[in-house]
């Protein structure tokens, strides 16, 4: 039997799970695996970075699951530094580019997996390419943050003056994190984002409490402001940060939290189906439509939303490590499908928990859904514990049948992994009054004897009565 070749673009969690997991299923003899990752480093935890910029993480190389000597020691071969720049389908080959030399290679395929993950949105505005302006999506955007803190420190060391300031433009999941990286540096941090909250992944309401408990960290939350530019010094360093209000914000560094989009240029340009989002779209076995020997996972693809019944993309580890061994054990001749999200997604500023899973208002609107809410005030653990901490819960409920939609919780230390119980409760389509009913564990260490989430399904439960 002739040896199968397996071609895998992108060397992260996707694409060296599933090289990984094809590897376990067929040794060397029967499918032989090259990868390509256009980076420096593999297999690393880009959720972690923020704790590394912020000290809490030691080193670089603690968020590295795993070296390129490692995966080449299970006899897959790992090209660093090679950008796969053209897919030749017709052909069954890839064009690659070697990054340091400018060489070009074709590599033939007769199985082929797309993990070429997100990249960071970077707006079009005068200044964006100052030094000092970073994005943050991969482990080498984030060496390149360090090196750019560690040069401001150094100057301001240098130069006697006192003072270290950031500016960090959006407000989602990275925008919190890096800013709360940045005041354990010691940085003066000011987050500007066009929204009326910070956090849009949360509704309004609760995006408030999260923009309070910011500001009370000294975390300066600018809400409504448009930056249109960056400005620079006499050196093209980054000097300050300009908004549509005529506001200027000082800033040693920049970093953009704005959000990421699917990395699919490729996909693209070889004709590959895209979604709304322009993630490539795949069945439950994470093979590409319409093509039987294309797979693709990670953050450039789309994924079902379970709840609303729709494609979306989602970029995050947990799901990128799943498609990635799901795709391994389609390609080893297995199978395994991804059946899809809930959209749940957890992060903290400071000692702020935030969580959410299911949909939002809007996004219960948007699906054509008609829903009552129910939000409430409890605390983490028995109010009389020494380690209570104060928690709002807001809870969507579907009018008619009661079906649970969607649950967003801030608060204090152990409030956010509460949104696990109920990405459960959606994942397998419970009513609130279902949820009401579950057993979970109680000691005043750890809840009050009625859990928040139960309260506020009981709250839930109310309204959907209450309205028929």
């Not at 400018?102 to 395929?109: D, N, P, Q, V």
């Not at 940060?241 to 699919?264: H, Q």
């Not at 490729?266 to 076995?285: K, N």
């Amino acid at each position: 039997m002739a040896t199968e070749r397996l071609v895998v673009v992108g060397g992260d969690a996707a694409g060296m799970s599933a090289a990984s997991q094809a590897r376990r299923l067929k040794g060397p003899a029967e499918l032989e695996i090259t990868a390509f990752e256009r980076g420096h480093f593999t297999s690393y935890s880009a959720c972690g970075i923020p704790y590394w910029i912020g000290g809490q993480v030691p080193g670089r190389d603690d968020l590295i699951a795993r070296t390129p000597e490692e995966h080449r020691a299970r006899d897959i071969d790992l090209r660093m530094r090679t950008e796969v720049v053209e897919l030749d389908l017709a052909g069954g080959r890839v064009r690659t580019r070697d990054l340091d030399s400018g060489s070009e290679a074709w590599t033939g395929y007769d199985k082929l997996v797309l993990a070429t993950g997100a990249r960071p949105v970077r707006p079009r505005l005068p200044g964006i390419g100052a030094h000092g302006v970073h994005g943050v999506q991969t482990l080498d955007d984030g060496q390149r943050l360090m090196a750019s803190l560690e040069l401001a420190e150094g100057l301001k060391r240098t130069e006697g003056t006192e003072g270290r300031r950031a500016v960090v433009v959006g407000a989602g999941y990275i925008g919190v994190e890096m800013a709360e990286a940045l005041v354990a540096r010691g940085y003066e941090v000011t987050v500007l984002h066009r929204g009326a909250q910070p956090m849009a992944t949360l509704d309004p309401d609760m995006g408030a409490l999260v923009h309070a408990a910011m500001n009370r960290m000294g975390i300066r939350t600018v809400s409504g402001a448009e930056v249109t530019k960056i400005l620079t010094d006499d050196q093209g360093a980054v000097r300050a940060v300009a908004t549509a209000a005529g506001d200027e914000y000082p800033a040693d560094v920049v970093v953009l939290g704005i959000g990421v989009e699917p990395r699919t240029a490729l996909a693209r340009a070889a004709g590959l189906p895209l979604g709304e989002s322009g993630g490539i779209l795949t069945d439950l076995s994470m093979r590409v439509r319409g093509h039987e020997n294309i797979w693709s996972g990670g953050d450039c693809v789309e994924v079902l939303d379970l709840v609303a019944g729709r494609m979306r993309h989602i970029p995050l580890g947990t799901h990128a490590n799943k498609h990635g061994q799901v795709i391994g054990s389609g390609v080893g001749g297995g199978y395994a499908t991804f059946p899809g999200v809930v959209g749940t997604a957890v992060s903290k500023v400071c000692d702020l928990e935030i969580a959410r899973t299911g949909l939002r208002e809007r996004d219960a609107l948007a699906a054509g859904l008609r829903f009552v809410t129910a939000t409430i005030n409890s605390t983490t653990t028995a109010g009389y514990y020494p380690t209570a901490a104060d928690m709002t819960v807001k809870m969507l409920a579907e009018l008619r049948t009661g079906r649970l939609l969607g649950v967003q919780i801030v608060g204090g230390a152990g409030s956010a992994k509460r949104v696990d119980i109920a990405a459960v409760a959606l994942t397998a389509g419970m009513t609130v009054d279902q949820v009401v009913s579950l057993d979970l564990g109680y000691a005043p260490p750890f809840s009050p004897v009625w859990d928040p989430v139960l309260v506020a399904a009981r709250k839930a439960v109310s309204a959907v009565r209450a309205a028929g």
